[in-house]
């Protein structure tokens, strides 16, 4: 393999400063040393079933934060830097996503569209993503039906009450974290041609992630500033920031760190200096109050802090633990990180449950508003006693599920009544995800952007 010389590092630097140009983008990633053939021949080769204990370490503390995240306020964690270490839950799992993409086709040695595009491998998909889903979206139907037919009242969650949100792909009744799902389930289709992509130019694909997110947040922002609350076409500009391509940089990220992630290789050199980078857009956000979107134009269509500027700084924390945390400890402490990095997203559904009846009964889930307690901010000696509780209710409940799901579908075949009650499940999935895809359709087709 011919590696990216030192001069990756100014160069992609520069690339990324031309977001908006990909003419220009392409004449520079075309003046690497790179030779595209020879990556891809590393890349696409396949490899043996090797698992990487650091990745579920990074999965099951990423979890504990999302956790964190839903427990405390953000006024509140704010005070403790939480943007450096806490703020990194999501971006870390986006980076996660993108790298278990391509060990896992690298894994199967796919490298043509009709390989990568099988019927095993949407069967996969529906059965890990849309299958459970389908489970929090009937709970939480019925909890919408009990509020809307029995005179239950809930406490307001702005505009996640929503019924345009249904055509965006949110349950009927909101809990924190249900953004993350449609920009989820948006992988389905866009993973494998992202990785074919991938296998032609490497250098080019990741930097064409930082591009595509760029372009997406820059219409985001336009129909965010533009639309009104209450406008349609205002919840049609949720789909955009639901969407995979909010986090597009992250995911690509991930995918070059599929085939390296070694952190002093020479096709990484160029993390050190985007490291810096983001950095200093990290502290200005914290201790200048995002000074750079409110004075610089260019800067302006950023909002919060899940994007390529931050992206990098979790990028190089990857490359960290996947050099100094153990490649494949024994214990039964490590069994335990083991079981809780494989049910991961079972625990983000079970929390996004058991949040939206806490937040939407009990407490008060404004963050930041002068005019209400903001859960436990008033006496925060009490997030200790909240933080345990919930952990020990979504850890133990999300783990409860996926272990019952892996041991269904491990008898799934086994009589002619589980093979037919699978093919429904599958099937059912499946109808949802298409009608889902056309809900999407028929919603900008009635609510035009324009």
């Not at 839903?70 to 799992?93: A, D, G, N, Q, V």
Request: net charge positive; proline share 4%.
């Amino acid at each position: 393999m011919n590696c990216i010389d030192l001069n990756f590092v100014n160069n992609i630097s520069l690339a990324l400063c031309y977001l908006p140009n990909i003419e220009i983008v392409n004449k520079i990633m075309e003046s690497q040393s790179i030779t595209p053939s020879d990556d891809t021949a590393l890349i696409a080769k396949p490899t043996s079933s090797k698992h990487y204990f650091q990745v579920d370490a990074f999965k099951a503390v990423m979890i504990f934060l999302v956790i964190m995240d839903h427990t405390f306020t953000h006024h509140y964690l704010s005070k403790y830097l939480s943007t450096f270490w806490e703020r990194i839950s999501i971006p870390m799992l986006v980076i996660i996503m993108g790298y278990n993409m391509g060990i896992s086709f690298k894994k199967k040695g796919y490298t043509t569209i009709k390989q990568l595009y099988s019927l095993k491998y949407f069967e996969s998909k529906l059965k890990r993503y849309i299958a459970p889903f389908l489970i929090l979206y009937a709970a939480h139907t019925i909890l919408y039906l009990l509020e809307r037919y029995t005179g239950m009242t809930t406490l307001n969650v702005a505009y996640y009450e929503s019924p345009y949100n249904v055509y965006i792909g949110y349950t009927p009744f909101y809990g924190p974290g249900s953004w993350f799902l449609p920009a989820l389930f948006s992988t389905i289709l866009i993973f494998p041609a992202l990785y074919w992509c991938y296998l032609q130019k490497p250098a080019l694909t990741l930097v064409s992630t930082f591009v595509i997110e760029f372009g997406w947040r820059v219409m985001t922002y336009y129909f965010y500033n533009v639309f009104d609350y209450t406008d349609p076409a205002r919840i049609t500009s949720s789909f955009f920031g639901c969407h995979i391509f909010n986090m597009f940089s992250a995911i690509g990220l991930g995918l070059w760190f599929s085939t390296d992630h070694d952190l002093y290789a020479k096709r990484n050199i160029w993390m050190w200096s985007l490291l810096p980078l983001s950095l200093l857009y990290m502290f200005q956000y914290v201790f200048l109050g995002n000074w750079l979107r409110y004075n610089l134009l260019f800067f302006s269509w950023i909002t919060g802090d899940y994007h390529l500027f931050f992206f990098p700084y979790s990028g190089f924390l990857f490359l960290v633990g996947m050099k100094f945390i153990p490649e494949n400890p024994e214990g039964k402490y490590y069994d335990w990180v083991r079981r809780i990095s494989r049910s991961t997203y079972h625990i983000l559904l079970t929390q996004i449950f058991y949040f939206s009846i806490v937040y939407q009964f009990f407490l008060v889930m404004y963050d930041g508003n002068p005019y209400t307690l903001d859960v436990f901010d008033a006496a925060p000696e009490n997030y200790g006693w909240f933080f345990i509780l919930n952990l020990a209710i979504t850890f133990s409940g999300g783990m409860l599920w996926n272990e019952l799901e892996t041991r269904y579908y491990k008898k799934k075949k086994e009589t002619k009544n589980q093979q037919l009650m699978y093919k429904g499940i599958i099937g059912i999935s499946a109808t949802f995800f298409i009608i889902r895809m056309i809900l999407i359709v028929v919603f900008f087709i009635k609510y035009p952007i324009a």
